[in-house]
């Protein structure tokens, strides 16, 4: 036999004895109920009167212990009221009975402590009946979002994503800002933050010691880092009046002009002396960065099911830009991942090392600065420096910087910013020709 009627799970009866059941209720306390065992006769034990929670005497008398006491408002709404062990006014709670979830759901409501104790119950009941109005319209109930942490963790409900959970949990949860509470966020406690984000060294890669490679935090990454925080804090706050402490947004404002374009390039016969210094291991994951415009870490994320080789498209899934995009390849780069798929199941990786795990920043990294050194290419190629290469060899050959940035995951806009130079600089020529 089940029944709704006890706490936020299903109460299951047990016999116990001809006269007794055993009933598991609410915060794991047992009672037992005596019933009659035939029709028409009554239980010899006193029935214990139901408590009115309205009427201050009977609260007042009311022991202190774990579960509430609980009043029936109306089916599926009640009313609970615990009293305090060390004397205080006591806790109010409300619950609701959710039908399509098959459960009650539990709020505290807190102990009305500036009211009255005749005005008490009238405040509780109300907030009870909203619970259960809520519920009952199949709206879903949520924690209060009070302080900066739960602002975040609220964002992340609606806008799910690695860079912002990242961001957060290295620069937001652990930091003194996380419990400030919403109401009472300055511009100071921003600014104080922001300083601390600035301040803090920006990790590039680990050395096979376990060595911590770190570099000054650029502005563009600041501004990266504030992106995700700045649109969690406009989800539940307004602004505040310019010039003003109230005026939140103002410390969270982008650095102007701050990203660079990347200057260090290699041409083709100086990607070629790298592909050709590089641990073999390594080779076709940095053979396969020269021949498409990939992220690195997309590229080591790739699958061998990723690539079909009937129709020579790949898919890129895991990546910055979000969602899954397919590339026909050319020949040359068609055969080096049909090569890479040879004899792998679906789900392994399309490029492995030596030790048979896939590439991760920290050795991809290492084996490009030692091949890179090795061929005495300049200092500072890095992974990055082979995208940018292939995406401005892309420009230069003339290809529609719409189709570059899709083949690439990045926006339109982004190519423009950084490569649009060498788009006007083809146009001239181009125009040039034209000379009669």
């Known amino acids: 036999m089940e029944s709704p009627e006890f706490g936020g799970f299903v109460s299951t009866v ?9 009933i598991r209720i609410p915060y794991g306390t047992e009672r037992r109920l005596e019933v009659a065992t035939e029709p028409g006769k009554a239980s010899k034990r006193k029935r214990h009167k139901a408590v009115d929670l309205s009427k201050v005497g009977e609260r007042n008398e009311l022991r202190a212990r774990r579960e509430p006491f609980w009043q029936r408002l109306r089916t599926g709404c009640f009313l609970g009221f615990r009293p305090s062990k060390r004397g205080g006014k006591g806790t109010w709670i409300a619950r609701a009975y959710d039908e399509d979830a098959g459960r009650y759901h539990v709020k505290s409501l807190g102990d009305f402590g500036t009211l009255a104790g005749n005005e008490m119950f009238a405040a509780a009941k109300r907030e009870a009946e909203n619970l259960a109005e809520l519920v009952e319209a199949g709206g879903e109930v949520r924690r209060k979002v009070e302080t900066v942490s739960d602002a975040c963790r609220e964002y992340l409900k609606t806008h799910p994503g690695k860079i912002a959970e990242g961001v957060f949990n290295r620069h937001i949860y652990g930091d003194p800002i996380a419990k400030v509470k919403l109401d009472k966020l300055r511009r100071h406690h921003l600014r104080d933050w922001r300083k601390r984000l600035e301040d803090a060294p920006a990790i590039v890669s680990r050395s096979r010691k376990g060595e911590v490679r770190t570099r000054k935090r650029a502005q563009s990454t600041v501004n990266r880092d504030m992106a995700p925080f700045r649109a969690a804090l406009n989800k539940v706050l307004a602004p505040g009046a310019p010039n003003s402490e109230a005026a939140w947004q103002e410390a969270l404002r982008p650095f102007e002009n701050a990203d660079r374009r990347r200057l260090l390039y290699l041409d083709k016969t100086q990607r070629r002396t790298l592909v050709a210094h590089v641990a073999d291991d390594a080779r076709p994951f940095v053979r396969a960065l020269c021949l498409l415009p ?3 870490g997309a590229m ?7 690539y079909d080789k009937r129709t020579a498209e790949l898919t890129i899934g895991k990546d910055k830009a979000g969602g899954k995009r397919r590339i026909l390849l050319p020949t ?3 055969a080096l991942f049909a090569q890479q798929t040879k004899g792998k199941l679906p789900a392994a990786s399309m490029f492995m090392r030596a030790n048979g795990k896939p590439w991760d920043r920290n050795t991809w990294g290492d084996a490009i600065e030692d091949a890179a050194k ?3 290419l300049p200092k500072g190629t890095t992974a990055y420096t082979l995208r940018h290469s292939t995406i401005t060899d892309l420009v230069s050959a003339g290809l529609p910087l719409l189709t570059i940035a899709q083949i690439s995951g990045t926006s339109a806009e982004m190519i423009e910013r950084h490569y649009g130079h060498l788009a006007s600089d083809a146009a001239v020529k181009a125009l040039g020709e034209l000379a009669l």
């Open 374 to 376: 090795a061929a005495k």
């Open 332 to 334: 040359e780069a068609a």
């Open 300 to 306: 080591a994320a790739l699958a061998a099911g990723d």
């Open 294 to 296: 990939l992220r690195p």
């Open 14 to 22: 047990v016999p116990m004895h001809p006269l007794m059941y055993s």
